[in-house]
């Protein structure tokens, strides 16, 4: 049989694998690179479903480990390597060795992001993912005057904003520009904006816009301690005004910097912050270099090198900046270099090209320990042409860098410094030590949220304790939830909140060997505890049908602006009710929309009241939910909730409170907001805003669950309460309950040592004997003038026992005038006791004719048939009869017949014996 080469190829093959020598396998190397967009559902990577948005024309690349052969690089661009996925944050780069690769981002928009020892051919069914991470990170799609963003000045001479640091060193600020020929200075200040700098400051002149300026600290040179508060300065040369996007609308509200905010010259303002973003040294990562591309050195060399001073233990990331962008590069560690000649070379050398046609940068990429490194060491870096020849480097003549400087062809470079980005491994381990990871954002459903707890759930992948940080409003911080029980399944029951608000919390998890995961912040409201005010707060009342599935919605509720109607979650988009079956679902198609609804209600001038309400948008273009570009201002929604504590019905009168917009990308998001009524009524609003230049494009809303209630003030006594508190929300503690409503009508509740007692309205149920603490509306009834809580909660309740009533004569019951509040009973005399539980002993001097409703006695203390005695709660068996000697036990209490008398109210057959 003749050979051919084809099975001289075969006989080869198994031979190289009987010997234990591999094949040379190629494969694609390939991924996506995500921002850390946490509302955004990818299109592509849906099983499971991830959440981010891709980085469009950006640059990856990486190495096999143990290679000095040609490494990867390639962008995200739409692309014969990456079709149209380009757009999506796809990279692919085909017919690249099988092994383990380690990538990296370049370094031109934000600090890189690394994925070490990824094995290829690719086996799993989700792709390999790079996230990009920030200490602050926030869209900045609007700047004040544009869109919905408040703005009544020509712009601010200072604008900053405060930060909490989360690693040791502050590297980029990446801030947006709206408005071009403003000169700034950009500088870090320690703990506000009268702090001392902390580094460098950096001058820039704002170009046309909306644009992003980029500014490049090296490691180490803005110095940060993590959980420390820094401000970032942003002042216009001399008396000049400008401005800058900042993040609005928020999305689900979440703050982009707890505990931080936006400043206008000098002063904060808690609900926003600016659109920044500030990335740091906190991951395991240690930035050295960092300047970004600025001239060209002015001669070609064979050569170029910098000189630098570990910083980490272990090389993992150099990025320079070449003007030729058509050849493989070759860079090479050596300790040191002297007199031209390099030191011992260290570890491997890496080969790669540019990343992205028309920005040069060249990113060599090394995994832990191929370059080990001694901090506070000087090492030489130098980069050759692979094929050989000369090169002309990009770099910077003004001092960029204080470890070290340029060499050309070996020799010192005049006093230039290399434009690239270099990072280390801050200590042996530290880069690849993996983070405690959420399967999932931490929830508060429906049926999680109380009055003053909620309880939040998620899952971690390995198990690990529970932090929560919380507080109410604009995401200061004030309190901690700490769990040190370890978990996957997690549950924590936060308590001792306030009703109807909005609180922001953020969770870490922590684990042995792990570093600690750290979710965004996020949000969610307390639910009322006292009445709400409004009148078909979930739009729960709809008429009845035709059509099927969206009913008009009308009083207490007024709309304008657009069209909105009910939806039962079969409407547009199949949007669900967030609670109950149905909700308020305004849409449009195929343009720009503004709309609102409002209701106004009675209120108290001088009274606090609390708004809350579930929001929940879509966004869609040519009928697909909306992905990419969320910094364009025209592209996305704007919804908000406000309050006019006026009553007036105008949403664009300046009398409206409005929160910032926000939108909620698919999902429900729970916001609030408060305000103090300065009139008799009291308007709440929703507004809903969309806007597009595109065709076929959709604005979807949805409103629900809208809460508006009083807030209590801070617990009184029972005898401030009655004695010198005006009509209005109260509260009051440690009461014990002395009747329900079974017994007397309503609860009536007294204090221990028995000097004070009340009638209490509430829907809530608590049995006799428990001690209570209660919120609701002081009220005086016209006719009586009996001070009495209406629309009363029980905030806490515990078991105690009922008070024994106190034992008195006829003519003592109800008692004189108590307080500048309470009026005199006629006709009784001692101390006021109405509320009071009480015993009185006597002869029945009369019945009621016409069943047992009533009885009268007296003890002879009185004139007349003496103090009338309600009996309607008794069994009439129970009811004693004429010139029965009785003693009664019961409720003081009041009634008219013509003026105001004296009652005791009967609760239960042992009252009587």
Known sequence: MKRTPFMAACVLALVLLASGIALCVTCDVDGYILDPNWYAHHPQLTSPQVLGTGMYEYGIAGSRGGDEGAGFYASTESSVDNNFWGIYGYFRKPNMNAGDWTLASWSRWWRPAFLFQVPYPWTIQSKALLRLHANMWSYRASWPGNTYTPYTDAGWNEIGQTFVATGSSVTLIDIRCPYAGVNWTASVLDGGPTGAPIGPSKS???????????????????????????????????????LFCENEPTPDMSDAMPNGCLYRNGVAIPSRDLGVTI??????????????????????????????????????????????????????????????????????AKQNSYVRYGDPQVVFVWQPNEVPLTPGHTYYIEVTRASGGQLQFIGTSSGGYAGGEAYA???????????????????????????????????????????????????????????????????????????????????????????????????????????????????????????????????????????????????PWVMGGMSAEAGDGAYFNSVPPYDGAWFL????????????????????????????????SVMKENSIEKYDVWYADRRLDYMRIGIDPTGGTDPTAPSVQWTPTMYSQQHWTNVGTQATATANNITVFVSYAGITTMPNAWHIFGVDDCRLSAVSPAPISIAQLKGSTPDGPVSVNDLIITAVPGEAGAYYAENADRTEGIRIVSSQT????????????????????????????????????????????????????????????????????????????GKVMAKDPGGSAYIWVNDGSISGNGIKVDTSHLSSTDVPNVNDDVAVSGVSSVYLDGVVKPMLIARRASDIN
């Open 204 to 242: 820039f002149t704002s170009p046309s816009g909306p644009s992003d300026v980029r500014l490049f600290w090296n490691g180490g040179e803005l110095p940060t301690v993590p959980g420390h508060t820094y401000y970032l300065k942003l002042k216009a040369s001399g008396t000049t005004t400008g």
């Open 279 to 348: 990335c740091s040294d906190d991951d395991g990562i240690v930035t050295n270099i960092n300047i970004d591309k600025a001239g060209t050195f002015p001669v070609m060399t064979g050569a170029v090198g910098q000189t630098f001073i570990a910083r980490g233990t272990s090389l993992l990331y150099f990025a320079p900046w070449f003007a030729d962008h058509s050849t493989d590069y070759v860079a090479t560690v050596y300790d040191g270099i002297s007199g031209g000649t390099p030191g011992p070379k260290v570890g491997f």
């Open 585 to 616: 679902e305004p849409a449009v198609n195929g343009g720009s929309c503004n709309g609102w609804l409002y209701q106004t209600v009675p209120a108290t001038p001088g009274v606090k009241y609390n708004f809350t309400a579930a929001l929940y």
């Open 766 to 841: 608590v049995d006799v004997g428990t001690r209570v603490g209660v919120t609701g509306t002081l009220t005086t009834d016209p006719q009586t003038h009996e001070r009495y809580i209406a629309g009363a909660a029980f905030i806490s309740t515990s078991a105690d026992s009922e008070p024994r009533p106190l034992f008195m004569q006829c003519k003592n019951v109800g008692g004189a005038a108590f307080g500048t509040k309470v009026l005199a009973v006629p006709g009784s005399v001692g101390p006021h006791n109405t509320g009071l539980a009480v015993r009185i002993a």
């Open 409 to 555: 062809n070996r020799m010192l470079a005049g006093g230039w410094d290399m434009s690239a980005c270099m990072m280390e491994e801050a200590s042996p381990g530290s880069a690849m030590q993996a983070s405690v990871r959420f399967l999932n954002d931490p929830q508060v459903a429906m049926a999680d949220r109380g009055t003053r707890s909620i309880t939040v759930r998620w899952d971690t992948d390995v198990s690990s304790d529970t932090t929560i940080e919380y507080g109410p409003w604009n995401a200061n911080y004030t309190n901690v939830y700490y769990d040190s029980s370890l978990a996957t399944s997690h549950v924590a029951t936060i308590t001792g909140l306030d009703p109807n608000t909005m609180y922001h919390f953020r969770v870490k998890c922590a684990a042995s060997f792990y570093k600690a995961g750290v979710t965004r912040d996020l949000q969610t409201c307390t639910i009322n505890e006292t009445a709400n005010l409004l009148g078909n707060p979930s739009f729960e009342t709809v008429p009845a049908p035709p059509p099927t599935h969206h009913r008009v919605i009308g009083a």
